[in-house]
């Protein structure tokens, strides 16, 4: 009998993984799967070949983000499924988990159907303090920049940024920099097969005179173990997650994995918490953090590729 086969889906930039997952197609190959790597929009791969494919150092995929939901839509064996891969590939789902009640960090939304001028989006920024402009579809951290609101040249390159993306049909998000990520950095928490595994510590990535620009940032992380407020926090998310799949598309999904990005609230702040992301498609699982996690993530593999 022949091993199970497993694809890794990776990009042209990647073709073998992203150096955070150089060690997975070894740690699949000591469980009994025969690992496979495959860049996404290869049009030589068979992936009636794949065996369970699953999705990894995807970084461009908001460059052709139909391209990709298409493609995704083709897998029959996908992890995770190609409807969450969807939902979660444009930010606007923050919108989603806000109307679950969820703790989001207060966001204005710039539409390119607004058609808005220079100075209607000099308007929606905020009037103090250093505020993010981001796309809602971007992979990687790629066109996010922190900005200063009283500074005339940091609005003035905040405003060129946003209007960038506006004019290229891309929604912009603006968001007030929530000063608790400069103190206490980010908090990832790791779901695989939906049971909590780990949590890793990420120091802050936007330094003040950070801008957007087509590149991927480098997050700098280290594995700690979670508390138990911190899991009390991940699960009260993982759950309402999970209803929103349920309400959408009329069943539970057991995704393979699941990271849940948070920051602690600021001393004036009414919620414990905020939800900062969460991702289902390619976001690091920082599998080079411990050796554990690489050994649960393929475990995990391993589990889904038996069934």
Same mark, same amino acid.
């Given at each position: 009998?022949?091993?199970?086969?497993?694809?890794?889906?990776?990009?042209?930039?990647?073709?073998?993984?992203?150096?955070?997952?150089?060690?997975?197609?070894?740690? &699949?190959?000591?469980? /009994?799967?025969?690992?496979?790597?495959?860049? $996404?929009?290869? %049009? #030589?791969? @068979?992936?009636?070949?794949?065996?369970?494919?699953?999705?990894?150092?995807?970084?461009?995929?908001?460059?052709?983000?139909?391209?990709?939901?298409?493609?995704?839509?083709?897998?029959?064996?996908?992890?995770?499924?190609?409807?969450?891969?969807?939902?979660?590939?444009?930010?606007?789902?923050?919108?989603? &988990?806000?109307?679950? /009640?969820?703790?989001?960090?207060?966001?204005? $939304?710039?539409? %390119? #159907?607004? @058609?808005?001028?220079?100075?209607?989006?000099?308007?929606?920024?905020?009037?103090?303090?250093?505020?993010?402009?981001?796309?809602?579809?971007?992979?990687?951290?790629?066109?996010?920049?922190?900005?200063?609101?009283?500074?005339?040249?940091?609005?003035?390159?905040?405003?060129?940024?946003?209007?960038?993306? &506006?004019?290229?049909?891309?929604?912009?998000?603006?968001?007030?920099?929530?000063?608790?990520?400069?103190?206490?950095?980010?908090?990832?928490?790791?779901?695989?097969?939906?049971?909590?595994?780990?949590?890793?510590?990420?120091?802050?990535?936007?330094?003040?005179?950070?801008?957007?620009?087509?590149?991927?940032?480098?997050?700098?992380?280290?594995?700690?173990?979670?508390?138990?407020?911190?899991?009390?926090?991940?699960?009260?998310?993982?759950?309402?997650?999970?209803?929103?799949?349920?309400?959408?598309?009329?069943?539970?999904?057991?995704?393979?994995?699941?990271?849940?990005?948070?920051?602690?609230?600021?001393?004036?702040?009414?919620?414990?918490?905020?939800?900062?992301?969460?991702?289902?498609?390619?976001?690091?699982?920082?599998?080079?953090?411990?050796?554990?996690?690489?050994?649960?993530?393929?475990?995990?593999?391993?589990?889904?590729?038996?069934?």
């Amino acid at each position: 009998m022949s091993d199970p086969i497993v694809t890794l889906v990776t990009s042209q930039n990647f073709p073998r993984l992203d150096a955070d997952e150089a060690g997975l197609p070894d740690a &699949l190959r000591d469980r /009994g799967i025969e690992p496979r790597i495959a860049v $996404w929009n290869d %049009p #030589s791969v @068979n992936w009636d070949e794949a065996g369970t494919v699953v999705v990894r150092s995807v970084r461009d995929y908001a460059k052709d983000r139909r391209g990709f939901i298409e493609w995704a839509e083709s897998i029959p064996r996908l992890l995770n499924s190609a409807n969450v891969m969807k939902w979660n590939t444009d930010k606007h789902y923050l919108q989603d &988990l806000a109307v679950l /009640g969820m703790p989001t960090i207060e966001t204005t $939304w710039l539409e %390119p #159907s607004q @058609n808005l001028s220079r100075n209607q989006v000099h308007t929606r920024f905020p009037a103090v303090g250093d505020f993010v402009v981001k796309p809602a579809i971007s992979s990687g951290g790629r066109g996010t920049g922190r900005y200063t609101s009283t500074d005339a040249i940091s609005r003035m390159r905040a405003i060129t940024d946003a209007i960038h993306h &506006l004019e290229r049909g891309r929604s912009v998000m603006v968001q007030r920099y929530h000063e608790e990520v400069d103190r206490s950095g980010e908090v990832s928490l790791i779901y695989l097969n939906g049971l909590p595994s780990y949590k890793v510590e990420k120091e802050p990535m936007l330094h003040p005179r950070f801008e957007g620009g087509d590149v991927v940032h480098e997050e700098i992380a280290r594995s700690s173990d979670a508390t138990e407020q911190e899991w009390r926090w991940g699960e009260r998310i993982r759950q309402s997650l999970h209803s929103y799949i349920k309400e959408q598309s009329g069943r539970d999904e057991l995704l393979l994995f699941n990271r849940v990005d948070i920051v602690r609230g600021g001393p004036n702040d009414n919620e414990e918490f905020y939800v900062m992301e969460i991702s289902l498609i390619d976001g690091s699982l920082y599998l080079s953090a411990d050796e554990d996690n690489l050994a649960k993530f393929a475990d995990a593999i391993a589990v889904r590729a038996s069934w």
